[in-house]
């Protein structure tokens, strides 16, 4: 079954002063909407044409080689956008609590040490990618990955991404990343991440 583009959580304008109404517009409707579509034609006639996302970024080697790279990236834009808006909402922001609190302060040291590394991972990574908060199979770790890789495909569970291609953030903060990720943590919805954490 194709995919479709999930509908935004909330209004464009939801997650104003820290992400503008037009770049959420333009994020979600353009980009987004892109990679759905080119996933859609680059499974079609494969026989992971009808699995769910998840799925093909964990069975990319079964694909045709000529299609494979087409998926990866295409397949991972539309599973990354989609964590991504969830991840975010009105009111957001704060410190998680809570099992998640207690994990992210034994694995990171504290939560200003977690956001510093994310932080770190976000500004690090070369060019367009993401940086994420994964559960790896043994415990909590920062990771970057490029382009519209997925940590999925890495065997690895993400819990937290924030999306660095400049088309994330360069209407509002041009080339500073760094103020992008600053202001990005005011969005960030600890119970929806704390969700994903507890089905680890």
Partial sequence: MAYTLPPLPYPYDALEPYIDTKTMEVH??????????NANAGLE???LADAPVEEVLTRLAELPDGVRAKVKNNAGGHYNHT???????????????GALASAIASAFGSFEDFKGKVKAAGIGQFGSGWAWLVHDGTGLAVVSTPNQDAPISDS?????GVDVWEHAYYLQYQNRRPDYLDAWW?????????ERFSAC
């Fill in 28 to 37: 979600h409707d353009k980009h987004h909407q892109a990679y759905v579509d």
């Fill in 45 to 47: 006639g494969t026989a």
């Fill in 83 to 97: 964590l991504f808006w969830e991840t975010m909402a009105p009111g957001g922001g704060g410190e998680p609590d």
């Fill in 156 to 160: 690895k569970t993400p819990l937290l």
């Fill in 186 to 194: 005011n969005t960030v919805s600890w119970a929806k991440v704390a």
